[in-house]
């Protein structure tokens, strides 16, 4: 989750923790029924299913943004936008500083001309972390689409898919 959203959580929780202290400190549990601290262990759990919600909505977005498209000499993704791959360097290293160096913003790069460019995979990595060392994801083959997805779980294996045959 972001840190915004962890604020707002703690300060949800700390609210709810005050509230339900002041409750019982001015004795209203004697007064209405117990379904007061229903209520309250209720709002707590969907403080707790919010969090989870929102973090496994942050990790899917992550994830898109890593989704990065490629062709002859180039790269595309929806963050970084066209990145040349250098001279002398293969598509996997391109891509992997590229994941490297994204911020996971909400500013989109400018979509590519589809006419002019002719993406030869599609490169959905699920899990990126520790400058790469960490790689696991699926690569679509655009060029055969009758193809299934195929997995990888390092950059080796990337590699291999990228620039052999498909299966």
Not at 13 to 30: E, I, T
Not at 95 to 101: A, C, G, N, P, S
Not at 124 to 140: C, L
């Amino acid at each position: 989750m972001r840190k915004s959203n962890w604020i707002i959580a703690v300060v949800l929780v700390a609210a709810s923790v005050f509230f339900l202290a002041m409750w019982y400190y001015l004795k209203f549990n004697l007064v209405d029924n117990p379904l007061d601290l229903v209520v309250t262990i209720v709002w707590w759990a969907v403080i707790v299913a919010g969090c989870v919600g929102i973090h496994k909505a942050e990790q899917r977005r992550q994830e898109r943004v890593r989704t990065a498209f490629l062709a002859p000499g180039l790269i595309y993704n929806c963050e970084a936008g066209m990145v040349p791959v250098q001279a002398g360097a293969s598509q996997v290293d391109q891509l992997q500083q590229m994941l490297t160096e994204l911020s996971y913003s909400f500013d989109l790069a400018e979509e590519p001309d589809k006419k002019r460019v002719s993406f030869s995979h599609i490169v959905r990595s699920a899990k990126f972390a520790d400058e790469g060392n960490t790689w696991e994801g699926e690569v679509v083959s655009v060029q055969w689409p009758d193809a299934k997805p195929r997995a990888f779980r390092n950059r080796d294996e990337l590699l291999a898919i990228v620039e052999g045959t498909p299966a």
